[in-house]
């Protein structure tokens, strides 16, 4: 493995792309875009030279860095990656530059401030930065710190970009989305900070760190499975809630959820992506490394009634998406939905689970590009969210309407497209432990086809509807944002390999850590009696 450092040029290539852009000419708009997709593509061709050079049979984490940052806390600065963090990285980098091109004239709805576009390009770039660095992070201080940081560029995201308005009611009402945002992300980050404090004292009480006690999440996560902590079930119980629940609100899992609609529809349709396909993503990947790794005990006693949640999660998302007139707000309910299938795979903690949900994560970080971004298109055109004022667009603009349903299907898991892979695993491995909860999560699948395809009938087929007649078709800035994400789902769906490559031996090395292994499948036998009356007839 080369010296070169990596993961830190991942990460701060967007950081440092953001300065850069600010420091431009007030008037420089259009170069301020480029500079910045032209950094977004760096760091997209550092995450695939990460991805290609990490080798899946090698070590656990791979292209490690560390160096010394607050010694005295038993802090450092150190990186690496396993399979799952690759792959997490590679989607936001992937997507970062596409919505750089989807959102290239957004800031325009604002209003007319000099600066408004290099503002809205550069917090963009912090956001993804911040991100990357959580994903990469092997320092429990380390991710909290930027776990709580990319709050504040995503809260200007959200509250001050967005579609026009001359309606103080409509923005007061993006100013409160980004409050309850910002608000329910901080509380639960409180929640954490006491968490990760009340786990440094278990290290400091039982040495584990050069000077006492220790945030090296590797250090911390052997001490915790061979029982070196030195504490009762009871307080690993409350440190677990305590992660669980900064990470429950990101991720959002129900009944935490109530945040995500408002911010999505308030937020521009790129804002509103970058947060539900990558920000929430660390709230999963949370739990997977963090939750499960560092309190497996505790992950194990409380994996049903998360469970539990998850599959309430999964039919609440699809029952509200139904019955939305907001095809913005409709999509942002898809989310929570498919949220509760990554977390139920999670806590399935089986082999086909734990790989279901991380390419769940992939997969639903593309799908909902695309039908999220496709819909923006399609709602900046005709000035409206309604659902109603739409019908016949696929007469007037047959590329979008056709790439809207492709998007839409792969949202409801249609066979051949990238979303069925993952969404079939987390069933798979779910149904050996909780058969209950796979077989309501499988009856909720039939919601899905009926919100999606209802909403395409509804607004793509049918008469031209009055005020759609000079709706044009995708244009090719357009085309090159869509069509990547529409390839990719093909891509995956009929081979989703090379990812599984990579996140296969990190979920089996998650699992074998914790002591899980995937239960044998039973078939019920039928009583004796049976089987011998049975014979003799």
């Known amino acids: 493995m080369s010296d070169f450092p990596w993961l830190t040029t991942l990460w701060v290539l967007p950081l440092v792309g953001a300065v850069l852009v600010l420091v431009l000419p007030a008037g420089w708009r259009t170069v301020a875009r480029c500079t910045g997709l032209v950094v977004a593509v760096a760091a997209l061709v550092v995450a695939v030279v990460v991805a ?51 959102g290239w004239r957004d800031e325009r709805e604002v209003g007319a401030g000099r600066r408004v576009a290099h503002i809205y390009v550069a917090l963009t770039l912090v956001v993804e930065s911040m991100v990357l660095i959580s994903f990469t992070s092997l320092d429990i201080l380390l991710f909290y710190v930027f776990f709580e940081v990319m709050l504040i560029p995503m809260y200007f995201l959200i509250g001050g970009f967005g579609p026009r308005t001359d309606n103080p009611a409509l923005r007061q009402q993006r100013s409160r989305a980004a409050v309850k945002f910002l608000l329910y992300n901080l509380f ?27 945030f090296d999440f590797r250090a911390v996560m052997a001490a915790a499975n061979s029982g070196q902590l030195g504490a009762g079930p009871a307080v690993l119980n ?45 709230g999963t990947f949370g739990m997977l490394r963090y939750c499960l790794l560092l309190f497996p005990s505790a992950s194990h006693t409380y994996a049903p009634l998360i469970s539990v949640l998850a ?6 998302g699809a029952l ?56 923006g298109f399609l709602v900046s055109r005709r000035g409206t969210r309604v659902i109603a004022e739409f019908g016949g667009v696929q007469k007037v603009a047959p590329v979008l309407a ?13 066979p ?76 995956l769906g009929a081979y989703p390999k090379p990812l599984l490559d990579r996140i296969n031996p990190a979920v089996a090395s998650t699992l074998s850590t914790i002591g899980q292994h995937d239960p044998a499948p039973t078939v019920p036998q039928p009583p004796v009696a049976t089987l011998i009356g049975g014979t003799q007839k």
Do not use: C
């Not at 010694?71 to 530059?97: K, M, N, R």
């Not at 599959?311 to 609440?316: A, D, L, M, S």
């Open 238 to 282: 409350a440190l677990f809630l305590g992660f669980m629940f900064a990470f429950a609100v990101k991720a959002p899992l129900w009944p935490l959820h109530t945040w995500l609609p408002d911010a999505a529809v308030a937020a521009t349709p790129s804002s509103a992506v970058l947060m539900m396909a990558v920000v929430d993503k660390v």
């Open 188 to 214: 639960g980050g409180l929640i954490m900070l006491a968490a990760v404090i009340g786990l440094y004292v278990l290290t400091a009480r039982q040495h584990l760190g050069a000077g006492g006690g220790t």
């Open 52 to 102: 290609v050079r990490f080798e899946p049979g090698g070590a656990r984490y791979q292209f490690v860095e560390s160096h010394r940052w607050i010694p005295a806390f038993g802090a450092g600065y150190t990186l690496g990656v396993d399979g799952i963090a690759v792959v997490l990285a590679l989607l936001t980098a992937g997507l970062v530059p596409l919505l750089i091109l989807a």
């Open 402 to 414: 056709g790439t809207f349903l492709i998007a839409g299907l792969a949202t409801l898991s249609l």
């Open 416 to 491: 051949g497209l990238a979303p069925f892979v993952s969404e079939f695993l987390v069933l798979v491995g779910t149904f050996t432990r909780y058969p209950v909860a796979a077989i309501i999560a499988s009856a909720a699948l039939v919601l899905a086809a009926l919100y999606v395809l209802w909403m395409y009938q509804r607004m793509m087929t049918g008469p031209v509807q009055r005020g759609n007649e000079r709706l044009y078709d995708l244009l090719p800035r357009e085309l090159v944002v869509v069509v990547p994400l529409i390839v990719a789902l093909l891509f």
């Open 311 to 316: 599959v309430i999660g999964i039919v609440y």
């Open 320 to 375: 509200l998406a139904i019955g939305q007139t907001d095809v913005m707000r409709l999509i942002s309910y898809t989310s929570i939905s498919h949220f509760g299938f990554i977390i139920l795979g999670i806590f399935a903690m089986t082999n086909q689970g734990g790989a279901g949900a991380t390419l769940y994560m992939v997969n639903h970080g593309i799908s909902t590009a695309a039908l999220f971004l496709i819909a």
